[in-house]
């Protein structure tokens, strides 16, 4: 039996424990959210589909059986919708299945809401002793982080959680106890021992409960705008090196869309960090002690209309990275990737063409990186996009991709069996993608999902490629 973990799951929730002064939708802050599953078969049978569900802090999931999934189809499951949830559930979920799935969680807003961004993160299938997140925020660029941290262990876990801010002594918290496949939350507009403010990085730690054995968990942050509508989310990550790739690099791109990485070292040494753009300028270097973070914002030396990619290179030890996309109503946070794979799952993909200006149904566009060490000819990267039974709409072939180099797709370039791709005149959803090179290359791949806000603004958040076994 394959397990996918999800630590961040809502229906109707607030993801705070008050809202101050601030009315319900004047912020991303203080707005409620429900969760859609978005998930995709990658294996070759039907896929047979339970979810556990596990409120808060809780060990005892409610279990709900999904229908049977085809080979490549792609489907979502509003949890909002689902009757054996009550309103306000706040907690985590497991999908079991006995052929291999990739997720993403979206996150949605009410339709009244002034939040049109959706924040996405993906599920895990393994998870670790130590989690790095990359950026944590109290009260600091107007903007909060909610950390939420699962338990994938069959034991109980004891976490201990080290913020470490730019300067300064870091701040150390303990939990025992949390259940297997339980999640707890950690809003950091609420945790008084950060003080009035804080910026900085985040590194938890995890134990068999009343053990020196290594734990396994998993996280995820989500970072909402406290006088803004920007949201986004990301994953914390075991996985670190010392080389990370970014596959989107921009300064002021269409006048105002730029690039921001937060850079965390997850080493026990102080190391040295250079950002190498693809325009041939590199930004560093500069020292991170050791579970510290340092910014690079893409314009710090990049020219205005710069559109490329990035390598992070530390020396003396590793790190772990997320980049962010502002400007233009663009709120965007994607994981940084320390290694690719030939073959990449995309559960959430749509586009629509006639639903496009009323703001209604999203378009995504998906960028490829070549993070491997030899180029890779026209031709030999597709792009297959699938309806939500698991039917091939089309294949676009791409260019060839240089090493370091990037190439783009959506659903569109495969022609008109792809419009309103995702969408069906019943009322349901459903689209999703593979990327594949050949044997052995070396891909990464960052999907943005844009919604429509006016002529001059788009909503927009990104999450990454899922590697296919």
Same mark, same amino acid.
């Given at each position: 039996?394959?397990?996918?973990?999800?630590?961040?799951?809502?229906?109707?929730?607030?993801?705070?424990?008050?809202?101050?002064?601030?009315?319900?939708?004047?912020?991303?802050?203080?707005?409620?959210?429900?969760? =859609? #599953?978005?998930?995709?078969?990658?294996?070759?049978?039907?896929?047979?589909?339970?979810?556990?569900?596990?409120?808060?802090?809780?060990?005892?999931?409610?279990?709900?059986?999904?229908?049977?999934?085809?080979?490549? $189809?792609?489907?979502?499951?509003?949890?909002?919708?689902?009757?054996?949830?009550?309103?306000?559930?706040?907690?985590?979920?497991?999908?079991?299945?006995?052929?291999?799935?990739?997720?993403?969680?979206?996150?949605?807003?009410?339709?009244?809401?002034?939040?049109?961004?959706?924040?996405?993160?993906?599920?895990?299938?393994?998870?670790?002793?130590?989690?790095?997140?990359?950026?944590?925020?109290?009260?600091?660029?107007?903007?909060?982080? #909610?950390?939420? &941290?699962?338990?994938?262990?069959?034991?109980?876990?004891?976490?201990?959680?080290?913020?470490?801010?730019?300067?300064?002594?870091?701040?150390?918290?303990?939990?025992?106890?949390?259940? =297997?496949?339980?999640?707890?939350?950690?809003?950091?507009?609420?945790?008084?021992?950060?003080?009035?403010?804080?910026?900085?990085?985040?590194?938890?730690?995890?134990?068999?409960?009343?053990?020196?054995?290594?734990?396994? #968990?998993?996280?995820?942050?989500?970072?909402?705008?406290?006088?803004?509508?920007?949201?986004?989310?990301?994953?914390?990550?075991?996985?670190?090196?010392?080389?990370?790739?970014?596959?989107?690099?921009?300064?002021?791109?269409?006048?105002?869309?730029?690039?921001?990485?937060?850079?965390?070292? &997850?080493?026990?040494?102080?190391?040295?960090?250079?950002?190498?753009?693809?325009?041939?300028?590199?930004?560093?270097?500069?020292?991170?002690?050791?579970?510290?973070?340092?910014?690079?914002?893409?314009?710090? &030396?990049?020219?205005?209309?710069?559109?490329?990619?990035?390598?992070?290179?530390?020396?003396?030890?590793?790190?772990?990275?997320?980049?962010?996309?502002?400007?233009?109503?663009?709120?965007?946070?994607?994981?940084?990737?320390?290694?690719?794979?030939?073959?990449?799952?995309?559960?959430?993909?749509?586009?629509?063409?006639?639903?496009?200006?009323?703001?209604?149904?999203?378009?995504?566009?998906? $960028?490829?990186?070549?993070?491997?060490?030899?180029?890779?000819?026209?031709?030999?990267?597709?792009?297959?996009?699938?309806?939500?039974?698991?039917?091939?709409?089309?294949?676009?072939?791409?260019?060839?991709?240089?090493?370091?180099?990037?190439?783009?797709?959506?659903?569109?370039?495969?022609?008109?069996?792809?419009?309103?791709?995702?969408?069906?005149?019943?009322?349901?959803?459903?689209?999703?993608?593979?990327?594949?090179?050949?044997?052995?290359?070396?891909?990464?791949?960052?999907?943005?999902?844009?919604?429509?806000?006016?002529?001059?603004?788009?909503?927009?958040?990104?999450?990454?490629?899922?590697?296919?076994?």
């Amino acid at each position: 039996m394959k397990k996918t973990f999800f630590a961040l799951v809502l229906i109707s929730g607030l993801l705070f424990n008050s809202i101050g002064i601030l009315p319900v939708n004047a912020a991303a802050y203080g707005t409620s959210f429900t969760t =859609s #599953i978005t998930y995709q078969n990658v294996g070759t049978a039907d896929a047979n589909v339970v979810i556990l569900f596990y409120p808060e802090a809780n060990g005892t999931p409610i279990t709900i059986t999904r229908p049977a999934l085809r080979p490549l $189809a792609g489907t979502s499951v509003y949890v909002g919708s689902l009757t054996e949830l009550s309103a306000g559930f706040k907690g985590s979920a497991v999908i079991n299945s006995d052929q291999p799935l990739v997720a993403t969680l979206v996150q949605v807003a009410s339709s009244t809401s002034s939040v049109k961004v959706r924040p996405l993160s993906n599920g895990f299938t393994t998870g670790g002793a130590e989690v790095g997140v990359p950026t944590v925020l109290k009260n600091t660029f107007n903007t909060n982080s #909610i950390v939420v &941290v699962q338990n994938v262990d069959t034991n109980g876990a004891d976490l201990t959680l080290d913020f470490v801010p730019l300067s300064g002594s870091p701040v150390q918290l303990t939990l025992a106890n949390l259940p =297997s496949g339980a999640a707890k939350y950690y809003d950091l507009g609420q945790l008084t021992q950060l003080g009035t403010s804080f910026n900085g990085a985040l590194k938890i730690s995890a134990k068999k409960t009343g053990t020196s054995d290594p734990g396994n #968990i998993v996280a995820t942050a989500m970072e909402l705008g406290t006088t803004s509508d920007a949201a986004y989310a990301f994953e914390g990550t075991t996985t670190s090196g010392t080389k990370v790739y970014m596959p989107s690099a921009l300064c002021k791109l269409s006048g105002t869309a730029t690039t921001a990485y937060a850079v965390q070292n &997850v080493s026990t040494t102080d190391i040295s960090v250079t950002v190498k753009y693809s325009s041939g300028i590199n930004d560093g270097p500069f020292t991170i002690h050791s579970g510290g973070k340092q910014s690079f914002d893409g314009c710090a &030396v990049n020219a205005n209309g710069f559109l490329g990619s990035a390598i992070i290179e530390a020396t003396g030890g590793n790190i772990v990275a997320v980049g962010k996309v502002y400007g233009g109503g663009l709120s965007t946070a994607f994981l940084g990737f320390t290694s690719g794979t030939s073959k990449v799952g995309l559960p959430y993909v749509r586009y629509t063409q006639t639903h496009w200006t009323d703001g209604t149904r999203q378009r995504a566009f998906i $960028a490829i990186q070549n993070v491997g060490s030899t180029d890779i000819a026209a031709g030999q990267t597709t792009v297959k996009y699938f309806d939500k039974n698991g039917n091939l709409v089309g294949t676009h072939i791409l260019s060839s991709i240089p090493i370091g180099g990037k190439v783009n797709s959506n659903a569109s370039m495969v022609g008109s069996a792809a419009n309103e791709f995702g969408y069906y005149s019943d009322g349901t959803f459903g689209g999703s993608a593979v990327v594949e090179g050949p044997t052995g290359s070396q891909l990464a791949v960052v999907v943005r999902i844009v919604t429509y806000v006016s002529s001059v603004e788009i909503a927009g958040e990104d999450y990454t490629g899922i590697p296919i076994p």
